[in-house]
């Protein structure tokens, strides 16, 4: 079983319509993340959570609507997407408290905005 | 602002050679890390090895090791003796400050490495 699990790998959605995507880490940390990775650009980070509080919204787009109802959980809600989302998203956890603190990956979830 | 550069879109290595992956950082924090991240087309963004600022010495993970020339502000990646599984994205990091105690991680825009047999 891997540390962190994204669900469902690939999700194909019409632009009005709304899906969530879904993180789960089993490593007992207390961060979470989400990142969007689009071609040829670097990982853009959408999110950060620290023991459920919000700490970091990098002026991601209101379509895009987070939620951590526990430090083990993250979900991603999307509605009215546009072509441009159609990206691989990804989610990660780590521990706060030491400085060489990792990022733990998920697999990503693939999306297409039709 | 801080900022990671990765200037080689795509490499090639023969196998059993050695290659080294650029990357140079911007930052204004004294103290950060720096990371390298591998990514197989699977897409789970795998660690490979930590460096962090006031670390004296190279870091090394077996077969990679982080050339690290803190005046020059680069991190390259060194794989020694390649192996054709070592084909994949490979994407360098920078942890920042914290943030009401969490940190942010940036990365650049990764090298694409091929390892030919």
């Known amino acids: 079983e891997t540390g962190v699990t994204q669900t469902p790998r690939h999700l194909v959605m019409g632009m009005t319509n709304k899906k969530s995507l879904k993180c789960e880490q089993h490593l007992g940390h207390n961060a979470m993340y989400w990142y969007k990775q689009s071609a040829k650009k670097p990982l853009e980070l959408m999110f950060v959570y620290n023991f459920k509080e919000q700490t970091e919204n990098n002026s991601v787009p209101s379509r895009f609507s987070p939620e951590c109802p526990n430090s083990s959980h993250l979900f991603l809600h999307l509605h009215t997407l546009q072509p441009e989302d159609s990206a691989l998203y990804l989610c990660?956890?780590?521990?706060?408290?030491?400085?060489?603190?990792?990022?733990?990956f998920g697999s990503g979830t693939q999306l297409s905005v039709l | 602002a801080q900022k990671i550069t990765q200037t080689q879109p795509g490499m090639f290595v023969q196998e059993k050679e050695a290659v080294t992956l650029d990357c140079t950082y911007d930052t204004s924090d004294q103290s950060y890390g720096l990371f390298w991240y591998k990514q197989p087309s699977s897409g789970e963004m795998i660690f490979l090895i930590y460096?962090?600022?006031?670390?004296?010495q190279n870091a090394t993970e077996g077969r990679y090791s982080l050339n690290f020339q803190k005046a020059r502000k680069s991190a390259n990646l060194v794989i020694s003796a390649s192996q054709l599984g070592d084909s994949a994205m490979y994407f360098c990091?920078?942890?920042?400050?914290?943030?009401?105690?969490?940190?942010?991680?940036?990365f650049g825009t990764g090298t694409r490495l091929k390892v030919l047999a």
């Open positions: 460096q962090g600022s006031y670390d004296e």
């Open positions: 990660a956890s780590s521990q706060v408290g030491t400085a060489s603190t990792k990022l733990f």
């Open positions: 990091a920078m942890r920042e400050g914290q943030i009401s105690g969490t940190y942010k991680y940036i």
